[in-house]
């Protein structure tokens, strides 16, 4: 078992360029989302999703777009990145109300 | 809304000292608590849990007990060592069908040899 992978690993794009981060599981989890780390603000909540063919905007979902059209994929794009968008970004899946399990992260930055 | 507060960091330690990282919670129903520690360049992982008032997880002698009088859910170990050093995140699962998970802001932990 993979668990949660993410790709890539590292990414750096230029003010206005588009990017899909990808993040797969093999756990059969319903519940997926994504969240960004930046210093000293803690993860904050992207988005996240249900299961297939249901998401919702957690706490910072603006530049942000999601799908989820498989219970193992839950792709995060970014339509037109920004400087504030540079952060760590790591996927996470589990239940709805117990333990999560994330990926290494991608580290974007955007110049 | 919810919310988890925990301590400040940076934390810096001797080798075998006493650790205590605080974490008090806001929450309206009854969540499950939960602490996490990320490793340098490592995603998140659970370190332990409790699920109901006075409850105790443990693990890799960690310890930290669900007390719902004091909203708090404080991570304790008694011997830290060197490869403690990480960052840790208090946090607690949705509750009243938000699916929205809230996680504190993290406590940066330094062990010195």
């Known amino acids: 078992n993979a668990g949660v992978t993410q790709t890539p690993k590292f990414q750096v794009l230029k003010t206005g360029q588009s990017m899909t981060l990808q993040c797969a599981q093999d756990m059969n989890h319903e519940y997926m989302s994504w969240y960004r780390q930046d210093p000293g603000m803690g993860l904050r909540l992207i988005h996240y999703s249900v299961g297939a063919g249901i998401t919702d905007q957690g706490e910072v979902p603006n530049g942000y777009n999601v799908s989820r059209s498989t219970t193992e994929d839950f792709p995060l794009r970014l339509l037109s990145a920004a400087p504030s968008q540079t952060s760590v970004y790591f996927c996470a899946t589990g239940t709805s109300t117990d333990t999560q399990y994330f990926g290494p992260g991608t580290r974007l930055t955007v110049l | 809304g919810d919310s988890v507060t925990q301590m400040e960091g940076p934390v810096t330690l001797s080798e075998e000292a006493f650790l205590t990282i605080n974490c008090t919670y806001t929450?309206?129903?009854?969540?499950?608590l939960f602490w996490y520690v990320q490793y340098p360049g490592e995603g998140l992982q659970l370190l332990l849990k409790a699920t109901k008032a006075d409850d105790k997880g443990s693990n890799k002698g960690f310890e930290a007990t669900y007390r719902k009088e004091t909203t708090s859910f404080h991570l304790e170990k008694g011997s830290v060592q060197v490869s403690d050093s990480a960052v840790y995140f208090c946090a607690l699962s949705p509750t009243s069908g938000t699916y929205k998970y809230i996680f504190g802001t993290g406590t940066r932990l330094k062990v010195l040899a």
């Open positions: 929450a309206t129903g009854y969540p499950s």
